[in-house]
């Protein structure tokens, strides 16, 4: 029986030694998906589960859009301000350029984007195409969040990529006459072309 034992301890330190390399990161890698699902479905109880539970609060799509991101484009400022205070990469950008900030723009939702600008989002990450969060926020109309964004020293002048179009030009095409002023008042240059 004495023989018997040293092979059981070998044995047992084998399994424990599988379980933690291979097994155990498997298991833990479930909640990942889990996190992004409970953003999608914004149950605020799950995520703050996951994350007490050490999910991967970066955690991000195929297409690379972050936890953040999805919260973001839902308009869901109290999951955006548990995951940032979770460590959530405030500028993670998916394979087309979006940011959270991008994202919270083009959903309109005032209270995410100034939470995301607080935590120090860049307010000038564009898409891949150039559009600029400022844009987005034209685009939507949204006069407060064209102010935060400017007050957090967007670029008014940034320019897309495929007509090399500004702000003011976006605002101007959308007859935005209140957000045509804002600009100009902030440095918009009204001579640009695209």
């Known amino acids: 029986m004495t ?3 040293p092979e059981m301890k070998k044995i047992t330190i084998s399994l424990a030694w599988l379980f933690a390399v291979f097994l155990l990161p498997v298991l833990l890698s479930g909640a990942e998906p889990r996190l992004l699902d409970a953003v999608r479905n914004g149950d605020h109880d799950a995520v703050r ?9 970066n955690v991000s799509q ?5 936890a953040l991101l999805l919260a973001a484009d839902r308009n ?3 999951m955006v301000d548990l995951l940032i205070r979770a460590g959530a990469n405030v500028n993670a950008r998916n394979d087309y350029g979006a940011s959270p900030l991008y994202a919270a723009c083009t959903a309109g939702d005032t209270a ?11 307010p000038n990450a564009p898409l891949i195409s150039g559009e600029t969060p400022l844009m987005a926020a034209i685009d939507k109309g949204n006069l407060d ?4 964004l400017l007050d957090s020293n967007a670029n008014v002048n940034g320019r897309e990529s ?11 095409a959308g007859k935005q006459p209140q957000l045509v002023s804002l600009l100009v008042e902030q440095g918009a240059d009204v001579r640009a072309r695209s």
């Open 62 to 66: 195929p297409d690379g859009s972050s």
């Open 49 to 57: 589960d996951l994350l007490r539970n050490h999910a991967d609060v």
């Open 162 to 172: 495929k007509g090399g179009q500004t702000a003011l030009m976006w605002a101007a």
């Open 3 to 5: 023989d018997f034992a």
């Open 145 to 148: 969040a064209v102010r935060l």
């Open 76 to 78: 869901d400022a109290e």
């Open 112 to 122: 995410t984007i100034k939470s995301l600008l607080e935590a120090k989002a860049d």
